[in-house]
């Protein structure tokens, strides 16, 4: 099992910035992708950042260079790097790691974080 604690979550001014760390522990034999998600009120979870452990890292276009996905995968940790925070990007962030539990399985395993609130207002 892979367990998922994130932090770095809080209350910011539009235009500024935030980091959200997010540490993986557990029983696992590799992780193998590493995300951000985030939820707004009353919407749907959306990816923010996407980092494989082939160095890959992926974005949705409409976020314009404004969040950096760094996924570093010898010490199982994940970082979002937000800045020019804006009053849309209030939401809860969420963690995603796929992992594989076992060398001896290919399998691929979700597991998510319990969320950090990020909210931004003047």
């Known amino acids: 099992q892979v367990h998922l604690v994130e932090s770095g979550g809080g209350l910011v001014q539009p235009g500024e910035s935030l980091r959200l760390s997010c540490a993986a522990s557990g029983s696992f034999f590799r992780i193998t992708r590493m995300n951000w998600y985030r939820q707004a009120p009353g919407k749907k979870r959306v990816l923010v950042a996407a980092?494989?452990?082939?160095?890959?890292?992926n974005y949705p276009y409409w976020l314009l260079g404004r969040f950096t996905i760094s996924g570093d995968y010898a010490k199982n940790t994940v970082y979002l790097q937000m800045n020019n925070l804006k009053p849309e990007d209030t939401a809860v962030y969420f963690c995603?790691?796929?992992?594989?539990?076992?060398?001896?399985?290919?399998?691929?395993?979700?597991?998510w974080g319990q969320g950090t609130q990020v909210t931004v207002r003047s």
């Open positions: 980092s494989g452990n082939d160095g890959t890292t």
């Open positions: 995603n790691v796929q992992a594989r539990l076992s060398s001896e399985s290919v399998v691929v395993d979700d597991y």
